[in-house]
Nanobody, 126 residues
Framework: QVQLVESGGGLVQAGGSLRLSCAASGRTFSRNVMGWFRQAPGKEREIVAAINWSGGNIHYADSVKGRFTISRDNAKNTVFLQMNSLTSDDTAVYYC???????????????????WGQGTQVTVSP
């Protein structure tokens, strides 16, 4: 059974940092695009960042460029999201996701991802 399990969320003050982790099990994703999405209350789920299998191709949403960094450790089947300079606009549930067939093409929509975690809450206080 394939599982993506997020961790590292929590409550942080504006300007602070958090590091999210997503550990995959049940199969290896070392050759797959993986990404982070988020969904704030009353809003649609949106992509935050995604990374190809080697780390050589990365996409960031404009709203997080320069503040967030996505990375991966293929040996550990894990992807990370380092979030710095957090603001209240970053408050959301953050989801890890993986594309089943793509190594390099980074999808930016939910429908392009086949596996999802349960999400971890990130709350940024003013």
């Amino acid at each position: 059974q394939v599982q993506l399990v997020e961790s590292g969320g929590g409550l942080v003050q504006a300007g602070g940092s958090l590091r999210l982790s997503c550990a995959a099990s049940g199969r290896t994703f070392s050759r797959n695009v993986m990404g982070w999405f988020r969904q704030a209350p009353g809003k649609e789920r949106e992509i935050v960042a995604a990374i190809n299998w080697s780390g050589g191709n990365i996409h960031y949403a404009d709203s997080v460029k320069g503040r967030f960094t996505i990375s991966r450790d293929n040996a550990k089947n894990t992807v990370f999201l380092q979030m710095n300079s957090l603001t209240s606009d970053d408050t959301a549930v953050y989801y890890c996701a993986a594309q089943q067939h793509s190594q390099d093409y980074i999808g930016e929509t939910m429908r392009e991802y086949d596996f999802w975690g349960q999400g971890t809450q990130v709350t940024v206080s003013p």
